[in-house]
């Protein structure tokens, strides 16, 4: 499942050491003390994968925490009939699959790349070794989780708060890379995953992407050009009755 990064000389290294620090700068990570840090990414398992491949099964025992580098992943469960609901989308610097690792019970969803993508897998059982000889990684994780809480609230906030345009700039805004100047990110190609990400309707979604042509956004297939972010964040960032006409 999934192709092993090489850990080669040259170019190859100095793309590992690029994922690395992606990968330090996840919300699971950059919470830790600096001291293990090191000792997780030292036994990760680096894997890339193709759009569609399977990461894990529903029922599969879970084995490591999740942390994905690049491109997108959904998680998902099939109901007794074969139909897909899909539970969460995750991409890079996310993290996933913490709470059913960590306790060593089945996945209750699976877990698809829904573009070609590179995940960092940690082992469970060197985290839970190093929470056993160090307290405080306990303390970081609760605190990632908090984190993770607080932008759950976040989001249910801009769901009153926002117009849907305002909030597909919200998402666009966190997809960047810079603060300044143009950008362009990725998104996956089926975007009924980012209107379910959103609470939107696929529709809703089309038209809150016209609407932010007047804003400098430009989606192209599956990258979104945004020529202004300071732009975009300030119509994100304005009052939502200014933008409900537009």
């Known amino acids: 499942m999934g192709r092993l990064f090489g850990r080669t000389k040259g170019d190859a290294f100095v793309a590992h050491e690029a994922q690395k620090a992606i990968a330090r700068q996840s919300l699971l990570l950059k919470s830790l003390p600096d001291q293990h840090v090191e000792t997780l990414l030292s036994h990760a398992i680096w894997r890339q994968y193709d759009r569609g491949e399977t990461i894990f099964v529903q ?11 690049a491109g997108w992943v959904k998680l998902f469960r099939m109901s007794p009939t074969g139909a897909e609901a899909v539970v969460s989308v995750f991409t890079r610097g996310e993290s996933f699959g913490e709470a059913v690792a960590l306790r060593n019970v089945p996945y209750p969803v699976s ?3 829904v573009s070609a993508c590179e995940i960092m897998h940690i082992p469970s059982p060197v985290l839970i070794s190093l929470m056993k000889t160090d307290p405080e990684i306990g303390i970081s994780i609760l605190a990632s989780t908090f984190t993770h809480l607080h932008s759950l609230v976040s989001q249910l906030e801009q769901l009153k708060a926002q117009t849907g345009a305002q909030r597909v700039a919200e998402f666009l805004l966190n997809l960047c890379d810079c603060d300044e ?19 939107m309707k696929p529709e809703s979604l089309s038209r809150a992407f016209s609407r932010l042509k007047a804003v ?25 009755a200014d933008n409900w006409g537009r």
């Open 181 to 199: 100047g143009a950008c362009e990110v990725e998104l996956p190609y089926d975007k009924m995953l980012i209107a379910g990400r959103l609470g």
């Open 111 to 113: 877990a698809e790349a």
């Open 59 to 69: 029922e599969e025992s879970a084995q490591a925490v999740h942390v994905v580098l």
């Open 216 to 240: 400098g956004v430009k989606i192209n297939r599956n990258h979104a050009e945004i020529s202004d972010i300071p732009q975009l964040r300030d119509y994100a960032d304005s009052d939502p």
